[in-house]
Nanobody, 126 residues
Framework: QLQLVESGGGLVQPGGSLRLSCVASEFTLDNYAIGWFRQAPGKEREGVSC????????YYILSVKGRFTISRDNAKNTVYLQMNSLKPEDTAVYYC???????????????????WGQGTQVTVSS
């Protein structure tokens, strides 16, 4: 199974920025659409963003659109999530995940993604 590792999380003040990275080890990532998900304490995991295998198409949920940017560098087997203007409600563990489809699946549902990283904590607090 495809193995993914997230990094880049941390503690940031409201309005600050972080860049998350998702790296695939010993596997090529260029045939997979990649999604970013998050899970806050006491809440279900939700999809945040997705990028197609080539990077040509991207998707964001409304609450992060205009603040977050997803990108990928297939030569480095890496997908990024640039997060700007962070808010306390963005606090969560963030996960990257891969689907066998080359394009993002409508709804960005966790059940459509088969390979997951271990997550990285993002905390937005003053």
């Amino acid at each position: 199974q495809l193995q993914l590792v997230e990094s880049g999380g941390g503690l940031v003040q409201p309005g600050g920025s972080l860049r998350l990275s998702c790296v695939a080890s010993e596997f090529t990532l260029d045939n997979y659409a990649i999604g970013w998900f998050r899970q806050a304490p006491g809440k279900e995991r939700e999809g945040v963003s997705c990028i197609s295998s080539t990077g040509a198409d991207t998707y964001y949920i409304l609450s992060v659109k205009g603040r977050f940017t997803i990108s990928r560098d297939n030569a480095k087997n890496t997908v990024y999530l640039q997060m700007n203007s962070l808010k306390p409600e963005d606090t969560a563990v963030y996960y990257c995940a891969a689907t066998s489809f080359r394009h993002c699946v409508l709804g960005l549902r966790p059940s459509d993604f088969g390979s997951w990283g271990q997550g990285t904590q993002v905390t937005v607090s003053s």
